[in-house]
C-alpha cells in the first residue's frame, strides 16, 4: 500500500478509532494520542492491509488494545457517576460509604470474571456500546456477545444474592 493510498485509508478511519477511543479513555487528549498510536501501528502493517477482510475492524481491535493497556497502565477504569450520587448531601455520609463499599465489591466481582466476559459487560455497560458494535471490535458474532453477558450478569447475580443472604444471618 502506497502512502497516499494509506492516508486516504486513514482519514476514513480517524473518526471512528476516535469514538471508540473517547469511549475508553474520556479525554480527548489521550484518546487523540490513541487515534496516533492506532494508525501508526497501521502504518507498520501496510503492506498486508490488503490481506485483511474489514480493516476497520482491524483498526477498531487495535484501538481497543491499546486503550485497554493504558487503562492497566493506570489501573483506572471509567465510570460515570449518576446524577443521583452526584447531589447526595452531607448527613447520607454512611449510605455514602455503604455505596462505595458496594461499587467495590461488584467490582472486585467483576475483575474475577473470565476476561472474555469482563471484557464485553464493560464494554457494553461502561462504554455503551450495542453488542453489534462489540462484535465488530472484538471479531467475534454478535450471538458469542450475548452469550458472554448473559454468563457475566448471571454470575454476578449469584454473587450478589449469596452476599445478600450472608448479610441476612
Known amino acids: 500500500m502506497e502512502r497516499e493510498e494509506f492516508c486516504t485509508l486513514a482519514r476514513q478511519l480517524r473518526a471512528g ?3 471508540l477511543s473517547q469511549r475508553f479513555l474520556k479525554d480527548e487528549a489521550e484518546a487523540e494520542d490513541n487515534v496516533q498510536d492506532t494508525l501508526l501501528r497501521l502504518w507498520t502493517i501496510r503492506e498486508k492491509l490488503d ?3 474489514s ?3 482491524l483498526s477498531y481491535a487495535i484501538c481497543k488494545n491499546l486503550c485497554v493497556s493504558k487503562l492497566r497502565q493506570k489501573r483506572i477504569i471509567p465510570m460515570e457517576l449518576n446524577e443521583e450520587i452526584k447531589v447526595i448531601s452531607a448527613h447520607d455520609s454512611e449510605w455514602m460509604l455503604e ?3 458496594n461499587a467495590q465489591w461488584l467490582e472486585e466481582r467483576i475483575e474475577e470474571l473470565p476476561s472474555s466476559q469482563m471484557q464485553i459487560l464493560r464494554m457494553s455497560q ?3 456500546l450495542e453488542n453489534a458494535e462489540i462484535a465488530e471490535v472484538l471479531g467475534i458474532t454478535e450471538t458469542t ?3 458472554a453477558l ?3 450478569r448471571k454470575s454476578l447475580l449469584e454473587k450478589l444474592m449469596k452476599r445478600e443472604r450472608q448479610r441476612e444471618r
Request: proline fraction near 0%.
Open 17 to 19: 478509532i476516535m469514538a
Open 55 to 57: 480493516v476497520q475492524a
Open 99 to 101: 455505596e462505595k463499599e
Open 51 to 53: 490481506e485483511v477482510r
Open 145 to 147: 456477545v450475548r452469550t
Open 126 to 128: 461502561q462504554d455503551g
Open 150 to 152: 448473559c454468563k457475566a
